[in-house]
């Protein structure tokens, strides 16, 4: 099984639909983000939480909303989606005791029509 | 505000041929410099953590540097398998400090 397992890989909604993407973790860490990832705009931060009780906004967290359901789930919701926010979403974990960072997801694709 | 950037966007190498990625960076006190790989539709894959200006950390064909104001990923006598979206990533101290600062990535094409 993957160390970051994101659900669903491939998901079409309808614009104001409401949305949610789900990310689980088996590697024990406390520290989860999501990101998205636009052609030539590179990973952005949308939220970050260090533990079950601290949610933090990132760089582009307006439209979105997270719950940390648990140290190993953290679920990204779109309230109401447009068509901008069709993209790549991933979900990290790290630990910074160790040396590699994040340890990504496969990814989500998302389109908003 | 801290900055990555990368170059050249995207480059193109015949099999065999070594070059250089190049990741410049501006951040107030380093904590550390990341590279990934990244193939298409899947998430980054974790090469290389470096610290401090001097560092050099290598993998098979894949060799980082860091200096203080950039990091290069050197490839030597690449394969068409090198092919792949190469991010470089900055953390810094402060407020969210285990946060990753991303550089928008360098597209690699070996031609066979």
């Known amino acids: 099984d ?8 491939n998901r079409i909604t309808k614009t104001g639909k409401r949305i949610m993407l789900e990310c689980s973790q088996t590697k024990g860490h406390d520290r989860m983000y999501w990101y998205r990832q636009d052609p030539g705009l590179g990973l952005r931060l949308i939220y970050y939480s260090f533990d079950v009780k601290d949610i933090n906004k990132g760089e582009i967290s307006d439209g979105y909303s997270v719950s940390r359901q648990a140290q190993a789930k953290f ?3 779109l309230e109401s989606a447009i068509p901008n926010q069709t993209a790549l979403y991933f979900c990290a974990t790290s630990d910074p005791g160790t040396e590699g960072g994040y340890t990504f997801g496969s990814g989500t694709r998302l389109t908003v029509v | 505000e801290d ?15 070594s070059s250089s990625l190049n990741c410049s960076y501006t951040v107030s006190g ?7 790989r990244q193939d298409p539709g899947k998430g980054p894959e974790f090469l290389f953590t470096l610290y401090s200006a001097g560092e050099e950390k290598e993998k098979e064909r ?3 540097t860091l200096t203080k104001k950039e990091s290069f990923l050197h490839i030597t006598a690449p394969k068409p398998e090198d092919s792949a979206t ?23 094409s070996v031609i066979p």
């Open chain 2, 3 to 17: 900055q990555v950037t990368q170059s050249p966007e995207a480059l193109r190498l015949q099999e065999g041929e």
């Open chain 2, 62 to 64: 894949l060799k980082a």
């Open chain 2, 86 to 108: 190469y991010l470089c990533a900055v953390q810094a101290p402060g407020a969210g400090s285990y946060q990753l600062t991303f550089g928008k990535g360098t597209k690699l």
């Open chain 2, 30 to 36: 380093l904590r550390g410099l990341f590279w990934y």
């Open chain 1, 75 to 77: 679920s990204l919701s």
């Open chain 1, 2 to 9: 993957a160390d970051v397992t994101q659900t669903p890989r």
